[in-house]
Protein backbone atom coordinates (compact mmCIF):
# COMPACT_ATOMS: atom_id res chain seq x y z
CA UNK A 1 0.00 0.00 0.00
CA UNK A 2 1.06 3.49 -0.52
CA UNK A 3 -0.39 6.35 0.90
CA UNK A 4 -0.44 10.02 -0.32
CA UNK A 5 -0.89 13.06 1.69
CA UNK A 6 -1.44 16.47 -0.53
CA UNK A 7 -1.23 19.99 0.60
CA UNK A 8 -1.23 23.12 -0.44
CA UNK A 9 -4.61 24.09 -2.30
CA UNK A 10 -6.63 26.93 -1.75
CA UNK A 11 -8.19 30.14 -3.17
CA UNK A 12 -6.23 32.26 -5.27
CA UNK A 13 -7.03 35.45 -7.36
CA UNK A 14 -6.84 34.84 -11.30
CA UNK A 15 -2.99 35.63 -12.42
CA UNK A 16 -1.95 34.25 -8.81
CA UNK A 17 -0.14 31.35 -8.43
CA UNK A 18 0.12 28.26 -6.02
CA UNK A 19 2.62 25.53 -5.26
CA UNK A 20 0.91 22.01 -4.50
CA UNK A 21 2.73 19.34 -2.20
CA UNK A 22 2.13 15.67 -2.33
CA UNK A 23 4.24 13.00 -0.14
CA UNK A 24 3.95 9.80 -0.74
CA UNK A 25 4.93 6.60 1.97
CA UNK A 26 4.56 3.30 2.13
CA UNK A 27 5.62 0.72 -0.42
CA UNK A 28 7.45 2.55 -2.84
CA UNK A 29 8.84 1.22 -5.37
CA UNK A 30 11.73 2.41 -8.39
CA UNK A 31 10.94 3.16 -11.06
CA UNK A 32 7.66 5.15 -10.63
CA UNK A 33 5.70 7.92 -11.76
CA UNK A 34 4.20 10.36 -9.75
CA UNK A 35 1.85 13.36 -10.77
CA UNK A 36 -1.30 15.73 -10.52
CA UNK A 37 -4.69 14.82 -12.16
CA UNK A 38 -7.67 17.41 -11.61
CA UNK A 39 -11.45 17.27 -12.03
CA UNK A 40 -13.63 19.93 -12.23
CA UNK A 41 -17.46 20.33 -11.27
CA UNK A 42 -19.33 18.36 -14.05
CA UNK A 43 -15.74 17.40 -16.02
CA UNK A 44 -13.93 13.98 -16.16
CA UNK A 45 -10.43 13.89 -14.63
CA UNK A 46 -8.32 15.02 -16.67
CA UNK A 47 -4.04 15.04 -16.79
CA UNK A 48 -2.58 18.05 -15.44
CA UNK A 49 1.49 16.54 -15.53
CA UNK A 50 3.49 13.49 -14.42
CA UNK A 51 6.77 13.22 -14.00
CA UNK A 52 9.12 9.65 -13.18
CA UNK A 53 11.62 9.20 -10.84
CA UNK A 54 14.61 9.47 -13.59
CA UNK A 55 13.00 12.96 -13.26
CA UNK A 56 11.20 13.59 -17.16
CA UNK A 57 8.42 15.45 -17.05
CA UNK A 58 4.55 15.64 -19.23
CA UNK A 59 2.48 18.05 -19.16
CA UNK A 60 -0.93 18.81 -20.37
CA UNK A 61 -0.54 21.27 -23.16
CA UNK A 62 -2.78 23.61 -22.31
CA UNK A 63 -0.62 24.57 -19.37
CA UNK A 64 2.58 23.46 -20.10
CA UNK A 65 3.53 27.08 -19.91
CA UNK A 66 2.01 28.01 -16.90
CA UNK A 67 2.97 24.79 -14.29
CA UNK A 68 6.09 23.05 -13.59
CA UNK A 69 6.27 19.82 -12.19
CA UNK A 70 9.33 18.68 -10.13
CA UNK A 71 10.27 15.77 -7.14
CA UNK A 72 12.68 15.20 -4.47
CA UNK A 73 12.85 11.53 -4.74
CA UNK A 74 14.57 11.69 -1.24
CA UNK A 75 11.43 12.84 0.26
CA UNK A 76 9.30 10.43 -2.30
CA UNK A 77 7.55 14.18 -2.83
CA UNK A 78 6.19 15.83 -5.85
CA UNK A 79 5.66 19.30 -6.48
CA UNK A 80 3.14 21.14 -8.75
CA UNK A 81 4.28 24.97 -9.07
CA UNK A 82 1.18 26.56 -10.71
CA UNK A 83 1.56 30.55 -11.95
CA UNK A 84 -0.56 32.75 -14.10
CA UNK A 85 -3.73 30.78 -12.82
CA UNK A 86 -6.94 31.15 -14.82
CA UNK A 87 -10.94 30.21 -13.52
CA UNK A 88 -10.89 27.50 -15.62
CA UNK A 89 -8.18 26.05 -13.20
CA UNK A 90 -10.35 25.71 -10.70
CA UNK A 91 -10.86 21.81 -9.89
CA UNK A 92 -10.03 19.50 -7.13
CA UNK A 93 -6.52 18.35 -7.54
CA UNK A 94 -5.40 14.71 -7.08
CA UNK A 95 -2.08 13.25 -6.45
CA UNK A 96 -1.44 9.62 -8.16
CA UNK A 97 1.63 7.38 -7.45
CA UNK A 98 1.98 4.36 -10.11
CA UNK A 99 5.03 1.90 -10.70
CA UNK A 100 6.65 2.50 -13.96
CA UNK A 101 5.07 0.28 -16.53
CA UNK A 102 1.66 0.34 -14.75
CA UNK A 103 -1.21 1.59 -15.79
CA UNK A 104 -3.09 4.36 -14.18
CA UNK A 105 -5.65 2.10 -12.60
CA UNK A 106 -3.17 0.34 -10.73
CA UNK A 107 -1.62 3.12 -9.22
CA UNK A 108 -2.84 5.10 -6.05
CA UNK A 109 -4.53 8.59 -5.47
CA UNK A 110 -4.88 11.00 -2.75
CA UNK A 111 -7.70 12.54 -1.24
CA UNK A 112 -7.41 15.26 -3.38
CA UNK A 113 -7.27 19.47 -2.86
CA UNK A 114 -9.24 22.07 -3.89
CA UNK A 115 -7.92 24.84 -5.81
CA UNK A 116 -10.24 27.74 -6.43
CA UNK A 117 -9.35 30.54 -8.62
CA UNK A 118 -11.44 33.48 -8.46
CA UNK A 119 -11.47 37.57 -7.71
Known amino acids: QVQLVESGGGLVQPGGSLRLSCAASGSIVSPNVMGWYRQAPGKQRELVAV???????SYQDSVKDRITISRDNAKNTVYLQMNSLKPEDTAVYYC?????????????WGQGTQVTVSS
Open 96 to 108: NYRPYGSSLSKGY
Open 51 to 57: ISSGGSP
